[in-house]
């Protein structure tokens, strides 16, 4: 499926505020979280976050739309990540960012290149297929963080059961 410009574009602008919440509440989580290695991690996941916000956001000026557009995503994804900004101790924090969020994100990301036209919109597949790898590596290392503090991220697994759709998160058929 060949996605046209303004779908390209409105897809990125999604992930683009999807991207810049994670920073917001990964930084809402660091001053009240007690331990100093989670903290440290934290921090830099939060500047990685930062840095694919902006790559996405100058991406979407180049699709023809103002340089750092955002479009929030559907209700339903819009409500999960209301429930991962307000959870209070480090071991859902942790269960839930690394074990179910970007996990699930990363699924999207690669949801949208199996839509997309890997020649027609090479920029924007650099782009994702690098924040892909990094969210991978921010997964290994929420893992190795959880071993090393000796920490069990656990989260509600009922969740899984209502992640959305990618349809539902990045509505590109419009």
């Not at 046209?4 to 930084?27: C, G, H, K, P």
Request: glycine content about 6%; hydrophobic content about 45%; charged content about 25%.
């Amino acid at each position: 499926m060949n996605l046209s410009v303004n779908q390209r574009a409105r897809a990125l602008a999604t992930f683009r505020y999807v991207e810049v919440r994670l920073m917001e509440i990964v930084a809402s989580w660091t001053p009240t979280t007690p331990e100093m290695e989670v903290k440290v991690v934290f921090g830099k996941h939060i500047w990685d976050f930062a840095q694919h916000a902006d790559w996405i956001g100058k991406r979407t000026f180049e699709l023809r739309q103002p340089e750092h557009y955002t479009l929030a995503p559907a209700e339903g994804y819009g409500s999960l990540l209301a429930q991962l900004g307000s959870v209070s101790t480090t071991t859902e924090r942790l269960g839930m960012l690394y074990d179910f969020f970007l996990p699930a994100l990363v699924r999207r990301y690669a949801g949208y290149l199996g839509r997309t036209d890997a020649l027609l919109d090479g920029p924007t597949v650099v782009i994702v297929e690098r924040i892909v790898r990094e969210h991978e590596r921010q997964i290994a290392e929420g893992a190795q963080l959880k071993r090393v503090a000796g920490i069990d991220g656990s989260f509600d697994a009922a969740l899984a059961s209502r992640e959305p759709s990618l349809e539902m998160v990045v509505e590109v058929a419009q």
